[in-house]
């Protein structure tokens, strides 16, 4: 009798294990079965000026200021996933991005979700989006499919992870840059277009005034020398 009891118990300890783990599992939205997905938060319910939501299959993440979202907007769940680099995107992406120095290529696709679970593209405002860093890779680019071209966003890497900025949702890249590659804002400005360098003729300027400053150290030495040997 007592192993029966014994028996019964460990079963529903089992049954009770099951269900908890079932509930903790975020159900992914209809036609995002292969995504990483968030939770589903109502914006109204969220505390504060923004929502934050994390994939937790891969740790990435978004910050999203709640005036940046669009109107009508009620509830918001955040998706994302690494594209195989056999697919003709990543490799349509890797080479655009080739083509403009970068290396060690990692294309993502990260959706933003409605309560529709329909895909919110454009924002009215920017947004952080924060992306585990996977290999040897210093920046994030955007990738626009329908011009096979690249843009390098930049961004902040701090304990394993790169944090950047953006305003729509679409498909970005972990990269290593070169060094001489500017980041350029989402909307393909070049941040650092109004840098100049010296031009030779200032290097040349440089020059001969040090030339000048010589010849008149070695001019005084010398009128000092020989007022010497005369008082002598």
Known sequence: MNIKKRILSAIVAVSACVSMLAVSVIAAPAGYSDYGVSDTKTVAEVAGNSVALTDTTSGTSVDIPKSALPAGVTEVTFASKPISKNSTVHQAASSAAAAKGFSNVTVFDL??????????????????????????????????????????????????????????????????????????????????????????????????????????????????????????
């Open 111 to 232: 959706k933003l979700l409605d309560q529709n679970s329909t895909a919110i593209t454009q924002l009215n405002g920017k947004v952080a989006v924060t992306l585990k860093v996977e290999g040897d890779v210093n920046t994030v680019l955007y990738y626009n499919d329908a011009t096979n071209s690249v843009e390098n966003l930049g961004g902040t890497v701090k304990n394993g992870f790169i944090t950047f900025e953006t305003n729509h949702f679409s498909y970005y890249m972990l990269a290593k840059t070169a060094s001489t590659t500017a980041p350029t804002t989402p909307g393909g400005n070049n941040n650092n277009a109004n840098v100049t360098t010296p031009s030779t003729g200032d290097n040349s300027t440089t020059t001969i005034v040090l030339f000048s400053v010589m010849a008149l150290i070695a001019l005084g030495t010398t009128v000092v020398a020989v007022k010497a040997k005369k008082a002598k």
